[in-house]
């Protein structure tokens, strides 16, 4: 990574708010901090979202899908709840919820790409992790819905972001914008999915998903394998060239080994399995 990008391990809370400044960053729902103190009654946890209908309804989709439920139709949260189990269930609010800000607050028509973007990327790694029996679908799923979640926030902020992206040309997109905003995606990411209490394992994935680093250390976890099958979906869903009309493949070619032995693909392997993925995800629009 660029000497420019931050040293997230020295960031304080004083820098971070510091970097947030002007940043409207989205807040926890209440009906999440609700369902999280229920703790383990999944009774009470099926109530407490049922008493939101919008809630209710983007939940019973998302787990319907293929993706989360291939076998049954679930018809009542209480169901839903208990297929998924607590963790899983908060994992599917955030998404939802995500989604349901995002139409209120984001869908302006320069931002089109980027959350269906969001979309196609969050569906394709949470396919892979399926088809791949390595589970973990719901955390994946999340974590590329979340992945770029700073972006929105950074052209909140400054208003030339997406058309910064559309300049680039190849250009490293980290140390990009630290140069030109002294703030990156990831890191605002970060701290975005820290203070909307998404699980730990996902909101450190979105801090490091671009630092090369982190494929080649010797730690072989769950943020390892998130990343490997979030680099996977954001290169068979074209995600670069969607946002930056260029097909940079700099970074992917730096970690593409590393990625496949994370997951388990041969190169034959990963080309059927995107074939795969690109063709389930194409029925979804």
């Not at 269930?89 to 302006?108: C, D, G, P, S, Y």
């Not at 799923?141 to 040309?169: A, T, V």
């Not at 970690?255 to 190169?267: A, M, Q």
Request: glycine share 6%; with cysteine; hydrophobic share 45%.
């Amino acid at each position: 990574m660029a000497s420019s990008t931050p040293d997230l391990a020295k960031i304080n809370l004083d820098e971070a708010t510091a970097m947030l400044r002007g940043i409207i960053v989205p807040m926890q729902p209440k009906i999440v901090s609700r369902v999280q103190s229920a703790g383990d009654d999944l009774t009470a946890v099926a109530d407490i979202i049922s008493l939101d209908p919008g809630l209710s309804a983007g939940i019973l989709r998302l787990v319907n899908s293929p993706l989360f439920n291939p076998q049954a139709s679930l018809s009542s949260i209480e169901e839903a709840v208990n297929l998924l189990g607590i963790n899983s269930t908060i994992n599917v609010m955030n998404a939802v919820l995500l989604k349901m800000a995002a139409n209120r607050e984001f869908h302006r028509i320069e931002l089109l790409d980027y959350w269906e973007s969001s979309r196609d990327v969050a569906y394709a790694a949470a396919m892979a992790a399926r088809q791949l029996n390595i589970g973990m679908v719901d955390e994946t799923y999340c974590l590329g819905l979340f992945h770029n979640i700073g972006m929105p926030l950074i052209q909140q902020k400054f208003g030339d972001y997406f058309e910064f992206l559309r300049s680039l040309g190849g250009e490293e997109l980290i140390a990009a914008e630290n140069g030109k905003y002294r703030c990156d995606h990831a890191t605002i990411g970060y701290y975005i999915a820290k203070g909307m209490q998404l699980d730990e394992n996902v909101c450190i994935a979105i801090r490091e998903h671009h630092d090369p680093f982190l494929f080649f250390s010797k730690k072989d976890d769950m943020v390892l394998t998130m990343a490997a099958l979030l680099k996977f979906a954001e290169i068979s869903s074209d995600e670069a060239q969607r946002l930056t009309g260029v097909d940079n493949y700099h970074e992917w070619q730096q970690i593409k080994d590393r990625v496949l032995e994370i997951i388990g693909l041969s190169e034959l392997d990963f080309v059927d399995l995107a074939e795969i993925v690109a063709e389930q995800t194409q029925h979804r629009h």
